[in-house]
């Protein structure tokens, strides 16, 4: 269904550690909404090393391979496909949200906003010295044993997580956003805050999800056992493009 007339938007969605592109593809499915609303979208796999599949991100690297690497993936889609500039966006689960917190800070003049799911964050907020505003939107849910909400150690990775609700408040001291955040009630377990009046519009939004495990919102089954349960009230793709959709890139 593309029309190959028009420039067209393009979504990057990053698996978790220990999946590849085709997994991430059945579990945010994207591809539902890429075919009707008209948009790519691109499911890479992180290299294969010594373990399972993962993003590799060094606190000593300023400008991390695998970051070299999505640059390089949407160069070579924008030789095969009208590629809207303004329009390029990235999510992932787990890893995945941890390379889209990085993508953010390494090629913000590139990607116009980003969405991390149940993020894993490796890189702790002072590695990201770029400090142009980029729109963020996230969803991580309160019982997530692997990332925890309110940060702390896991059977993950050898160093702690940091509080989710604080890394997303720092995120908003960096786009420059209003101190108070607005918290609303979309459904039973899922509290939404935003930050507004945000430099270049560049609102950061969390979902909340009580209850809620390391999991894609609406997303395709994870096994309960090992990542805790998938909320069904509220659908994260969906509310991924509806926010992707209202922040074009603002060029500078």
């Given at each position: 269904?593309?029309?190959?007339?028009?420039?067209?938007?393009?979504?990057?969605?990053?698996?978790?550690?220990?999946?590849?592109?085709?997994?991430?593809?059945?579990?945010?499915?994207?591809?539902?909404?890429?075919?009707?609303?008209?948009?790519?979208?691109?499911?890479?796999?992180?290299?294969?090393?010594?373990?399972?599949?993962?993003?590799?991100?060094?606190?000593?690297?300023?400008?991390?391979?695998?970051?070299?690497?999505?640059?390089?993936?949407?160069?070579?889609?924008?030789?095969?496909?009208?590629?809207?500039?303004?329009?390029?966006?990235?999510?992932?689960?787990?890893?995945?949200?941890?390379?889209?917190?990085?993508?953010s800070c390494t090629l913000s003049d590139r990607i116009a906003a980003v969405g991390l799911v149940a993020p894993a964050l490796i890189l702790p907020w002072r590695w990201c010295t770029d400090r142009h505003p980029?729109?963020?939107?996230?969803?991580?849910?309160?019982?997530?044993?692997?990332?925890?909400?309110?940060?702390?150690?896991?059977?993950?990775?050898?160093?702690p997580f940091p509080s989710i609700p604080a890394f997303v408040a720092k995120w908003s001291q960096r786009n420059r956003c209003g101190e108070t955040p607005r918290d609303s009630a979309v459904a039973q377990d899922?509290?939404?805050?935003?930050?507004?009046?945000?430099?270049?519009?560049?609102?950061?939004?969390?979902?909340?999800?009580?209850?809620?495990?390391?999991?894609?919102?609406?997303?395709?089954?994870?096994?309960?056992?090992?990542?805790?349960?998938?909320?069904?009230?509220?659908?994260?793709?969906?509310?991924?493009?509806?926010?992707?959709?209202?922040?074009?890139?603002?060029?500078?």
């Amino acid at each position: 269904s593309l029309d190959r007339t028009q420039p067209v938007p393009l979504v990057i969605s990053l698996h978790g550690a220990g999946l590849w592109g085709a997994a991430q593809r059945e579990i945010s499915q994207w591809n539902r909404l890429a075919d009707r609303e008209r948009f790519l979208v691109v499911y890479p796999s992180g290299a294969v090393g010594a373990g399972p599949r993962v993003w590799h991100l060094d606190v000593n690297d300023s400008f991390p391979q695998d970051v070299r690497f999505i640059a390089a993936l949407i160069d070579t889609l924008a030789a095969q496909y009208d590629i809207d500039r303004a329009r390029i966006y990235a999510d992932g689960l787990s890893n995945g949200g941890g390379m889209a917190f990085a993508l953010s800070c390494t090629l913000s003049d590139r990607i116009a906003a980003v969405g991390l799911v149940a993020p894993a964050l490796i890189l702790p907020w002072r590695w990201c010295t770029d400090r142009h505003p980029v729109p963020a939107i996230w969803f991580h849910g309160t019982a997530d044993r692997a990332a925890p909400y309110h940060g702390g150690t896991s059977w993950v990775a050898p160093e702690p997580f940091p509080s989710i609700p604080a890394f997303v408040a720092k995120w908003s001291q960096r786009n420059r956003c209003g101190e108070t955040p607005r918290d609303s009630a979309v459904a039973q377990d899922i509290t939404k805050t935003v930050y507004t009046e945000c430099t270049d519009d560049a609102t950061v939004v969390l979902y909340t999800i009580r209850g809620g495990g390391h999991t894609w919102p609406g997303g395709g089954p994870l096994p309960e056992a090992w990542v805790g349960p998938t909320n069904r009230e509220i659908d994260a793709t969906n509310l991924l493009w509806e926010f992707f959709r209202g922040h074009p890139l603002v060029r500078r």
